[in-house]
């Protein structure tokens, strides 16, 4: 047997072991079967969701994926969602689509429509910091955070027909800068979390127990270092312990890179992880996140060669 196939099983392995000692405890109605329009799903599966085509292939290139013989699929709300076995697990995975909304959505309906114990997500990032996360390397961190969404101050003005209005000048940098872009005075989330009161977050932590099993299990994971005809000057790695930035863009200026790795310690940048993150902590629903290395943000973009030896990486570790 392969490394990687013994990884995968490690890591299938055991977070289908520690979901089914909670699920008692997660799951709101665990004898549920749930009907849909074409098929019944009356057991527990892994989630799998991720956002592009190319992190399709990737799953579909690995050979590990078999579909399910009677329901191989169901559409519901303009996404497919795909039943099948890994390594004889069963899952269920869905192509999002990008931005924060798509993958929230996607990630809600998993867990209205169907017996899903947690998620497993896995896709492309860009690296903030290159001395610790280089192309083609998995980053595995430990929390999340939107770090697109700011609040900026309210300028009231004498004359009544401003009112409303930006005052430019106002928002000159370095001087007069009198808005919240750039301070740490941000904007937090509201995490309705079941059975707790709603409450003001800015990271949004991995589930643990999920983290500490990928941190074992993958220490020792052989990543691929070529894909076709390129090959990466150097083996890529497992990098464990980061925190992750999310947002509505894909992210390409150095300078506001910097600014969020240094005011924030993020290592990479995406657009996906944390609604991940926020729909499952909102849902009491364990997860962990995979994130390909495809670029370094300010550098040059990353081309479809790199972008699918990341995804495959990725999802090497996610499965």
Known sequence: MSSTNLAVQLVLGLLLVMAQQSMQKNLKNPIAEIQT?????????????????????????????????????????????????????????????????????????????????GISFFGNAGSLDEETLAPGDVSVPEAVAFTGIWEWKKFPSEDKLEDGKLVFREFNYPHNGENLLGSVEFRKVKLFSQGEPPKDVFFLPISERWYSAA????????LRQCYIDVCLPYKPKVAFGSRGSTSDMYLKNKAYGDFLRDTFKVSSADT????????????????????????????????????????????????
């Open 37 to 117: 329009s074409n098929c019944k799903i009356a057991f527990l599966r892994l989630g799998l969701v991720f956002t592009s085509d190319v992190n399709e292939k990737a799953l579909r290139d690995s050979g590990l994926y078999e579909p399910d013989s009677e329901n191989p699929y169901v559409d519901i709300a303009g996404r497919r969602f795909h039943m099948g076995s890994l390594n004889n697990t069963p899952i269920i995975y869905v192509k999002s689509g990008s931005s924060s909304v798509n993958v929230a959505a996607a990630v809600q309906i998993l867990f209205d429509r169907f017996r899903v114990y």
């Open 215 to 222: 941190t074992e299990a993958l220490k020792d994971l052989e």
């Open 272 to 319: 996906s992880s944390a609604s991940v993150a926020l729909t499952s902590l909102s849902n009491g629903k364990l997860f962990v996140v995979f994130q390909g290395v495809s670029n370094v943000v300010g550098g040059t973009s990353s081309d479809s060669t790199l972008s699918y030896l990341a995804s495959y990486n990725a999802f090497l570790a996610a499965t």
